[in-house]
């Protein structure tokens, strides 16, 4: 009996000892949730709109309030800055402020953006800068969405060499002075233009109709008889010199003209028989600028660089094609 109880006290204290010297069971942290992935009806986007100086740019705002509600978007935050830039920094700067989800800023012009991109990113607000180019450090903002203005000048020279073969002289009527657009179009047409083609003089109609006047009347005193062809940065200050050239008596064709953009304005212009080629520019950017906004607020990977599709259009297929064009 003594020897049943010494073997059963035994197993006791073996049982007791092996269950100390096991480890004990350690709990797993509980699966970290998957972040919500958010819609376009949580989106709040802000977009500083530079101004409203052109065709283009009425149909750049109309695009981005039309597709904020086609989207279902939350929030559009939209501004005019009429063309200044101060106006704008504070319209960004409010955004900021009321912690919108994305600003998409087409930019009055390229320099002057440091500072404000910086506090965008301090506070963790996304920057997608639309159309137009500026000359901040890339890491201050995620992506530039707009054309190629660049490339824009090398087809407007491309199409000048082609209408002036035998070389001549031409006046420039510039953008916006300091614009990615201005720049990078005047920039472009210099590196494709032939040798033989002589540019008299280079004035900025500020992108506008009513400035682009003046501008004209003053090149066609000043160079009376020697201007052969009209490099004009945008469809609006076209039909502004369109009607300098009219006022002095000039006929469709007499001088040359390559614009950019390819409004409807142009397109009538190009029918008319005034404009000989027309670079297009394309404005209808709302769907990609709020497809790129949703996927920078759920932190999904964004090309930095985004282009539009854009071509070269000709007095011959305008009137087939005016009653299509949105702008």
Not at 231 to 243: R, V
Request: with cysteine.
């Amino acid at each position: 009996m003594k020897n049943i109880k010494k073997l059963v006290l035994l197993m006791a204290i073996l049982i007791l000892a092996l269950a100390a010297c096991s480890s004990p069971e350690v709990a797993e942290p509980p699966a970290e949730e998957e972040p919500e992935t958010k819609t376009y009806e949580d989106m709040v986007l802000c977009y500083p709109q530079l101004g409203a100086e052109s065709d283009w740019r009425t149909a750049n705002s109309a695009s981005i309030k039309q597709e904020a509600e086609n989207y279902g978007i939350k929030q559009l935050i939209f501004s005019d800055a009429q063309q200044k830039q101060e106006n704008q920094i504070s319209a960004v700067r409010s955004c900021i402020a009321q912690g919108v989800d994305v600003i998409a800023l087409p930019p009055v012009v390229e320099d002057g953006w440091d500072a404000v991109l910086t506090e965008a990113k301090d506070a963790g607000i996304p920057v997608i800068i639309v159309d137009r180019s500026v000359s901040a450090d890339s890491s201050l903002y995620d992506v530039h969405l707009g054309s190629d203005m660049f490339l824009e000048g090398q087809r407007a020279a491309e199409e000048m060499n082609r209408l002036l073969p035998d070389g001549g002289n031409i006046v420039e009527l510039f953008g916006t002075v300091g614009s990615g657009a201005a720049e990078g179009r005047a920039d472009g047409f210099r590196d494709k233009l032939n040798d033989n083609i002589t540019i008299l003089d280079s004035q900025t109609g500020n992108f506008t109709r009513a400035e682009a006047i003046p501008v004209t009347e003053a090149f066609l005193k000043k160079y009376e008889g020697q201007i052969d062809g009209m490099f004009i940065h945008n469809d609006d200050m076209a039909i502004g010199a369109i009607e300098a050239l009219k006022n002095a008596g000039i006929q469709p064709g007499d001088i040359k003209i390559v614009s950019v953009d390819g409004t409807r304005g142009g397109f009538q212009a190009m029918i008319d028989g005034w404009i000989q080629a027309d670079v297009e520019c394309n404005p209808l950017l709302g769907p990609q600028v709020i497809e790129i906004a949703l996927k920078l607020m759920n932190g999904e990977a964004v090309e930095p660089e985004i282009l539009t599709n854009e071509t070269v259009y000709y007095p011959e297929e305008a009137a087939d094609l005016i009653d299509s064009r949105q702008y």
